[in-house]
């Protein structure tokens, strides 16, 4: 169980074995946890760079564990702390690398191809399917429409068929929407991956590292694609997705709030984006919401602050270490 924070099966033994038996010495955990005591030893020091455990002020010489209520909140604090300081490094360089991508894509038209219009935008996204046999990888921002998911359905399903990985980003804000929360979990029976995040690269799709379609417009997909094949250009976009996997939240897990400050991601997220000048409407755009929910979010934000206004809410929430 508790692997799922980076601590090893064997340490996470003698963290259960010193909790249920505080007064063992550590030739009485190597018996009791069938280990040497020389693993014991490595167990200890793994708990101890974790906080996990202390010195026995009680037995000189000997360590004891830190209660669970304590030790594993603070140990899942600083992993949340460092997520939440990955995801504003990757946000902070999203709109430049982006922006790159389209203009080189632009630039190196010889190495690709440029579709107008979403039938033909379709019927490449159908040969990319047909074709995929390692693994299919794809942004999808903003809100998503559901005729556009329906007629995603069967190809999608070939390609799961055929044994190859399928990856899909969300914004945190469809899992508000029941048909893409449906065609997600769908994607999920099927052996796919979902993760979301509050907010996510433009619309990508790579297929195997070496093709992927990138919007002419990334505030616009439906103005038309860019098909690339430019090992550079493709080599960009899988670390910028890759980057932003490994900040978004499986599908199905909750976002908690950051226990400093209460905030949620997506509350955090848009503080700095209101931070850097953006509007409402910019904001929600990069969210997924509307102006309206950006309002009820802020209120909620200064109500916590209690700031009389958002000039004051960004005061107190530098102050606070919040942005």
Request: glycine content about 10%; proline content about 5%; overall charge negative.
């Amino acid at each position: 169980m508790l692997e799922a924070l980076g601590l090893s099966a064997r340490s996470g033994r003698v963290y259960q074995a010193m909790l249920d038996h505080p007064t063992d010495s550590v030739d009485d955990l190597a018996g009791r946890c069938d280990l040497t005591p020389g693993h014991i030893h490595d167990c200890l020091d793994e708990l101890g760079g974790l906080m996990l455990v202390r010195a026995s002020a009680e037995h000189p010489g000997r360590m004891r564990a830190v209660d669970p209520e304590v030790g594993l909140a603070d140990m899942l604090a600083r992993q949340e702390a460092e997520l939440a300081s990955r995801q504003a490094a990757l946000a902070a360089s999203r709109a430049a690398v982006t922006r790159m991508v389209a203009d080189r894509a632009e630039q190196h038209a010889a190495h690709g191809e440029r579709l107008t219009g979403l039938d033909a935008i379709h019927r490449r996204l159908e040969q990319m399917g047909r074709t995929a046999a390692v693994e299919v990888l794809s942004s999808q921002p903003g809100r998503q429409h559901a005729e556009d998911l329906d007629a995603s359905r069967p190809g999608d399903a070939a390609v799961l068929g055929r044994g190859v990985a399928v990856r899909t980003l969300y914004q945190d804000s469809t899992r508000n929407q029941p048909h893409v929360s449906g065609y997600a979990h769908w994607l999920l029976s099927q052996g796919g991956e979902v993760r979301t995040a509050p907010t996510v690269p433009q619309r990508i799709v790579l297929v195997d590292g070496r093709e992927a379609l990138v919007p002419i417009d990334p505030e616009d997909n439906r103005k038309g694609a860019l098909h690339v094949t430019e090992p550079g250009i493709l080599r960009a976009l899988l670390d910028l997705y890759e980057q932003s996997w490994n900040t978004a939240v499986p599908l199905g897990a909750t976002t908690s709030d950051d226990p400093a400050t209460g905030l949620t991601p997506t509350e955090r997220e848009l503080l700095r984006l209101l931070g850097t000048g953006l509007t409402d409407d910019a904001a929600g755009q990069r969210l997924g919401f509307s102006s309206r929910t950006v309002g009820r979010h802020m209120a909620s934000i200064m109500e916590r602050l209690n700031a009389a206004s958002r000039f004051e809410a960004g005061i107190k929430a530098a102050q606070r270490g919040w942005l």
